[in-house]
Structures are given as structure tokens and as C-alpha cells.
């Protein structure tokens, strides 16, 4: 197939210092660190330090950097305003495409280019966002908009602000390894969206409201939705089998499986899985098993009837991770969001100051004219009194 009509599929466009996938081995790696250990040893906020500044963190810088996302955590009242006369219709990632740009009135030193303030930047979208997704949750449902905690776990703070009640322990540290997965996936639709637009040297608010925008389509950040809608509609762990093998044989797709990247399983849905199994047990629902079967079973249907091989990604079991904690199945992508701009923020800052390149570069990708030709002279125009009646073209 010709390489230039596949999405860039393995086209190498720039360098990164940020983020490492190796698609053959089912490995992703943050900054040389690999995704496993940061799950089991790491926080989101450290994570996002890590992916911020390319280390670790001392346990001095750790503590200053959590200061920071907390008192950065608020957001400007008239934004709030600003919800309350929106249609409760508002689609969630419309919402926080239109908050994240808005933001950039409140940037007192909006014309300060200096690395310093877009790192400061970062942390000040790092730490609204999810006060945003919470905040527009609770307008829409009618519910007043609960201020954020002046202590806790930037996961156990957004759980707070979306319910107004603080979370369980356990809770909180789903949520903030749900976070730290979703974090950083190198040049992925939305990360490159965010590093085409600071190539123009745009704000990083613009940047980061360009990579919402990609991330709101369902072949990106809206898959989870999907999966979430598939498990309902089979409704029961006694009809995945006949349900995927209908849905496959009439040419349909099963959402959660198969990756651009990974020709194995990705390695966050291990994880996710496991998270899935614990909490659906905890919950005595049966999302876990449903999701667990419709995999099974879209594997053998795949290799009975196409030869083929396929392996689950980080939405499958994320939809029934966040659907058993009560969240509502639209907040899904605008989780991704909260998760993901660690990783936009850090891809931003790398594009803007050339920190993986010998200079920034505007992209300015080449396109091959495959459209009407009418010689070297090109089409001659005809006024249009003079043009004959002709059939519309679409």
C-alpha cells in the first residue's frame, strides 16, 4: 500500500527523548523508565515530573512540585459562569477544548516565551483540567461545583470534585494508576496534533486545545466509549460469543482490540485488567467477565477465520474500570485528557525548544495533487452566465 495514504503508519516524522513503544515486545517506556515500574513503585505526580523534566524527582522536588498542582488546582469563577449557560447537552470534551483555550486569558504573562513560563504553564493545565471535567460534570447534573481539596492525591482530588464526597483509599489508587497509563504514548493522533500546532509557535493553550480536539474522536480517546456501549448492549456473559462473531462476520469491529502500534498485548491492558477483575469483583458486577469473553472470543474468531492475530489495547478494560466507579460513560475521554496532558505538555515543551532536535522545524508535510487535470495550461474558467446547466457535484 503506498505509504503516504495509511496515516503516517511507521513514517518516522521527528525525535523524542520523551517516550519509547516497542510494538513487537509489548513495551512502553517513559523517559527510559518502563511503564511496569512506574505502576508499581511511582505516583501520577511523580510521573509527571518524570515526564516534565526527564527525571526523577528528589524527594524536595517532589514535594514542591505537589505543592504546586494544588494551588493551581482552582479555576477562574467566570469559567464557571461560562458553564452554567451552556446546553446541558454539551458534549464533555467540547467543553474542556473551549476551557483549555479560555485559559489563556488568565495567563497574566501570556506573552512570556521563556521555557520557565510554559513549564509553568504545564503545571497550571496539569492541575485544572481535571478541575474542569469535575466542574462541568456537577453543572450539567445541576449539582454546585465543589472547590477542590486543599491536601490529597491529584487522583483522590478529582474523584472529590466529580462526586463532592472524598474517595476510598483503594479508589484513588485505581484511579491514579488508570493516570499514570494513560499519561504518555509518544506520537500518537493527539500528541502529534499538539506538536503540529507549537510548530507554528502557538501557545501551549492552543496546542493542548488542538490535541482535545483529536483526542475526542472515537478511533482516539473515545474508544472506551465504544467498548463500553459493545459490553452493554451484550448485556450478559452468555451472549458474547454468538455477539462478536455476528458483529465480525458482517465486517464490524470489536472496539478495545487491536492497535496501531502493538503487534502483541499492549502492556497497560495487563494492568487494566487486572484492575478490571478486582474492582468488579468488589462491585459483584459482571463488566469484568463480559470483557474478559468478548477478548477470548474475538481472538479465536480472528485466527479461525482471518489467520490473524490480534491483542486487546488500553480501552478495553478501562470502560469497565471507570464504569463500576460510577462514572458516567462520556467523562471516559476527558479522563484520558487528565491523564494524557502530562505527556502533551511534555511533547510541547520538546517541539517548542528543540529539545530532542537540532532546531524547531514548522512541519509542513508534502501532499501529492491526485485531482482533476485539465494539461500543463491547467482548466480554462468559464464565466458563469456562460455555463451550461450541469448535474452537482458532491
Known amino acids: 500500500m503506498d505509504a503516504r495514504n495509511i496515516g503516517l503508519r511507521n513514517i518516522e516524522v521527528a525525535d523524542t527523548k520523551i517516550c519509547s513503544i516497542d510494538g513487537e515486545n509489548g513495551k512502553l517506556i517513559y523517559r527510559g523508565f518502563d511503564i511496569l515500574d512506574l505502576v508499581n513503585h511511582s505516583t501520577f505526580e511523580e510521573t509527571s515530573y518524570l515526564l516534565l523534566f526527564g527525571e526523577l524527582p528528589s524527594p524536595e522536588q517532589l514535594t514542591d512540585f505537589g505543592r504546586r498542582l494544588r494551588e493551581a488546582r482552582g479555576i477562574p469563577e467566570p469559567m464557571i459562569k461560562s458553564m452554567k449557560n451552556r446546553p446541558k447537552r454539551a458534549q464533555p470534551m467540547d467543553v474542556l477544548q473551549s476551557c483549555v483555550a479560555e485559559l489563556a486569558d488568565y495567563d497574566l504573562n501570556i506573552d512570556d516565551f521563556s521555557k520557565e ?12 483540567i481535571p478541575s474542569i471535567v469535575a466542574a462541568w460534570n456537577r453543572v450539567r447534573t445541576g449539582q454546585h461545583v465543589v472547590d477542590p481539596m486543599e491536601e490529597g492525591s491529584h487522583a483522590a482530588n478529582f474523584l472529590y470534585m466529580l462526586r463532592g464526597v472524598e474517595p476510598s483509599a483503594e479508589e484513588a489508587k485505581v484511579m491514579d494508576i488508570c493516570f499514570i497509563l494513560h499519561a504518555e504514548h509518544s506520537f500518537n493522533a493527539s500528541t502529534f496534533a499538539a506538536r503540529e500546532i507549537s510548530s507554528t509557535r502557538a501557545s ?9 480536539g483529536a ?7 473515545g474508544a472506551n466509549v465504544q467498548v463500553m456501549k459493545m459490553l452493554l448492549e451484550i448485556g450478559d456473559p452468555a451472549n458474547v460469543e454468538k455477539w462478536v462473531a455476528s458483529r465480525l462476520s458482517s465486517g464490524g469491529r470489536i472496539m478495545g482490540m487491536g492497535h496501531a502500534v502493538y503487534r502483541t498485548t499492549d502492556p497497560r491492558a495487563d494492568i487494566l485488567s487486572r484492575l478490571s477483575k478486582a474492582i468488579s469483583k468488589e462491585k459483584n458486577n459482571k463488566w469484568f467477565e463480559i470483557t474478559e469473553r468478548a477478548e477470548k472470543a474475538t481472538k479465536k474468531w480472528m485466527l479461525e477465520n482471518k489467520g490473524q492475530a490480534i491483542y486487546p489495547n488500553v480501552d478495553l478494560y478501562s470502560a469497565s474500570i471507570y464504569y463500576s466507579m460510577g462514572i458516567p460513560m462520556d467523562l471516559n475521554t476527558p479522563i484520558f485528557a487528565i491523564s494524557r496532558i502530562s505527556g502533551w505538555a511534555s511533547h510541547v515543551i520538546e517541539e517548542k525548544f528543540a529539545e530532542a532536535a537540532p532546531k524547531p522545524a514548522l512541519y509542513r508535510p508534502k501532499a501529492v495533487y491526485i485531482g482533476r487535470y485539465c494539461g500543463p495550461m491547467g482548466c480554462e474558467y468559464v464565466p458563469l452566465s456562460e455555463r451550461k446547466q450541469q448535474q452537482q457535484v458532491a
Open 204 to 212: 501551549m493553550y492552543a496546542a493542548i486545545s488542538g490535541a482535545v
Open 117 to 128: 513560563a510554559h513549564t509553568r504553564r504545564a503545571i497550571t493545565l496539569i492541575a485544572k
Open 215 to 221: 483526542l475526542s474522536g472515537e478511533l482516539h480517546g
